[in-house]
Nanobody, 129 residues
Framework: QVQLVESGGGLVQAGDSLKLSCAASGRTFIGYAMGWFRQAPGKERELLAA?????????YADSVNGRRFTIFRDIAKNTVYLQMNSLKPEDTAVYYC?????????????????????WGQGTQVTVSS
């Protein structure tokens, strides 16, 4: 049973940084895509970034302009991170980690929330102006 547990959210001021963590357990994640999504009140859940667990390739959404956000993983710790810099009030949302088995071949990382089978419970990020 795949389990994803997010942590690292909180209340920060505009311009601050946060590092979110997603601890993954329940199986080996070779061949999995790991994604970070967020959902603000009244808005759809959007993909921010994704990474292939074993290949290390990454994808970033256009909304993450200027690479304010960086996704990376620590295979030894079975953890995926989202480093967020220069936070803005519009970054306020619940942030979710997700996982999907896509295999080890050269396949595109899934970008739709519907494509991911496993989700964490989410962590709230609030950015004050």
């Amino acid at each position: 049973q795949v389990q994803l547990v997010e942590s690292g959210g909180g209340l920060v001021q505009a311009g601050d940084s946060l590092k979110l963590s997603c601890a993954a357990s329940g199986r080996t994640f070779i061949g999995y895509a790991m994604g970070w999504f967020r959902q603000a009140p009244g808005k759809e859940r959007e993909l921010l970034a994704a990474i292939h667990w074993s290949r290390g390739i990454t994808y970033y959404a256009d909304s993450v302009n200027g690479r304010r956000f960086t996704i990376f993983r620590d295979i030894a710790k079975n953890t995926v991170y989202l480093q967020m810099n220069s936070l803005k009030p519009e970054d306020t949302a619940v942030y979710y980690c997700a996982a999907q088995n896509v295999g080890v071949g050269a396949v595109p990382l899934p970008r739709s929330a519907r494509a991911y089978d496993y989700w964490g419970q989410g962590t709230q990020v609030t950015v004050s102006s």
